[in-house]
DNA sequence: CGTGTTGGTCAGCCTCTCTGACGGATCGGG
DNA sequence: CCCGATCCGTCAGAGAGGCTGACCAACACG
């Protein structure tokens, strides 16, 4: 057992976790006609709305892919769009009222698995590996 | 920029970054002949060969997609498959010599990688959040 | 044996993601 | 003020990846 795992796969594995779990008990409240394809644009939404493009890159897919999503996401009333005022060429991604409501949902699933964590970890250690986690993002996320 | 995001998030960021760089190098060294899906399922294949189904479900994805991605790898010479001699059902997936180099060169990269996160965080931060990601394993991982 | 379980395949379908080409809006330098 | 460069988003087409359902063959065990 006690393989070096590399710490990809290592990272996936709860991250994964995570997803699923959040993923279907989401499906059980109701929230059962979006893909994990749409969670992961939907996640990225700023509260006070997101460009398609800005979504996009920070989800790692071409805005194409990003418009295709929305576009579903929209459809099931999680999200409505709006002109940038800003910007006439930009569209503005809001989360609509279903989405928020859903947001909410979520947030008790996440707050429970990382219960979960912290419980087999320790508080200490879990509150090490989010700082560690944090950390890392200043070498591994593009965005800010 | 202070916010809390979710610990999903906080693990699926460099996951990501681990995987692009890993793809994008091993790319250039000349295995651009395969996807990331197909890496997934590659990358746990047991030393001595797995099951389709045993690929499956650590993948996470049903055999038949695991059956596609096998397909197009053997295909590719990353793998080759064989009879299981214990089980006339079963097909052992087994690591081909061209997989067997692009493993190498990966190893490298993740090396590589790694190295640039333990320069980020110190040695001892670095191995405590490898140390906390595996046992947290121990109840994200459903399958060892 | 028969019955249930497990490993894998075949067929059909939908979602996701990409590339390429494009039109419209904005920005910046002259 | 204008013109080229850039940026935002769309349309069109294609391919990969994933699923469900139905099925067969081989094992396991009473």
Redesign the pocket.
């Known amino acids: 057992m006690a393989e070096e795992l590399n710490t990809g796969l290592l990272l996936f594995l709860p991250y994964r976790a995570m997803e699923t779990r959040v993923f279907d008990e989401l499906a059980a409240a109701g929230f059962d006609d979006f893909?994990?394809?749409?969670a992961?644009v939907f996640q990225r939404i700023a509260p006070h709305g997101s460009?398609?493009?800005?979504l996009a890159r920070q989800a790692?897919?071409?805005?194409?892919?990003a418009?295709?999503?929305v576009e579903?996401l929209e459809r099931a009333g999680y999200v409505h769009t709006v002109p940038?005022p800003d910007?006439?060429?930009?569209?503005?991604v809001l989360i609509a009222e279903r989405g928020r409501r859903s947001v909410e949902a979520s947030r008790t699933v996440v707050a429970q698995v990382e219960a979960e964590w912290e419980a087999h970890l320790g508080a200490e250690r879990m509150a090490e590996l989010r700082r560690a986690l944090t950390d890392l993002r200043e070498i591994t996320d593009p965005w800010r």
Chains 1, 2 share one sequence.
């Open positions: 893909t994990p394809a749409q992961r460009r398609l493009t800005d790692g897919i071409t805005k194409q892919s418009a295709f999503l579903k940038d910007d006439g060429r930009a569209r503005l």
